[in-house]
């Protein structure tokens, strides 16, 4: 296994992912780290478009390790909400969670790009800056948590310049989460 559990994980979930033809991208706590201010993650966010018959390939082709559910995929699969995997090795947890059509999700793995986790490291699909940034206000909207904030603020305050504030503030204003948005630029010195 790799010597970064997190990112070994995250290659053997990845490779499930693609033998299932299940269409991903990395989002959450990893992705902020990737476009933000490094932070620790006990955990790995996806977002995915999974139908059932690639769920029951997914469950199939991944290692006994990882505890999870078959009818909580298949659930997933079929109705969306969010698949839980657990690594019985590390004990890190997977969120698997499924589009639903219309969604910031929806559109944020539309436009996932391959990232480098490193120099010499394995690349994988991943959210873009301004959507793991709208994700994160998102998640804020109902949990005022402060994580969230700081996840995202950490991607506006390094990405600053090179983010597109237009795209931000359209889809800000899809998911009502506009002056959030706003009081995050001003907090950022943008």
Request: a negative charge.
């Amino acid at each position: 296994m790799n010597p970064d559990p997190l990112l070994g994980l995250t290659n053997i979930i990845v490779k499930g992912l693609e033998n299932a033809g299940i269409r991903y991208a990395i989002t959450g706590s990893i992705a902020s780290s990737i476009h933000g201010e490094p932070i620790t993650s006990l955990d790995i966010d996806f977002v995915v478009s999974m139908t059932e018959p690639q769920g029951r390939i997914l469950d199939r082709d991944l290692p006994q390790r990882l505890y999870r559910s078959i009818d909580r995929l298949i659930d997933t699969a079929q109705s969306g909400g969010i698949a839980n995997l657990i690594d019985t090795e590390t004990g890190l947890k997977v969120d698997l969670s499924n589009v639903r059509p219309g969604s910031l999700a929806e559109r944020a793995l539309q436009r996932a790009r391959i990232e480098s986790f490193g120099t010499e490291a394995p690349a994988f699909y991943t959210v873009t800056p301004e959507d793991i940034i709208l994700m994160k206000l998102e998640w804020r909207k109902t949990s005022r948590s402060e994580k969230q904030w700081n996840d995202a603020l950490g991607v506006a305050r390094v990405k600053a310049h090179e983010l597109d504030w237009d795209y931000l503030f359209q889809q800000a204003r899809i998911v009502g989460i506009e002056q959030d948005l706003s009081d995050l630029r001003n907090n950022a010195g943008l």
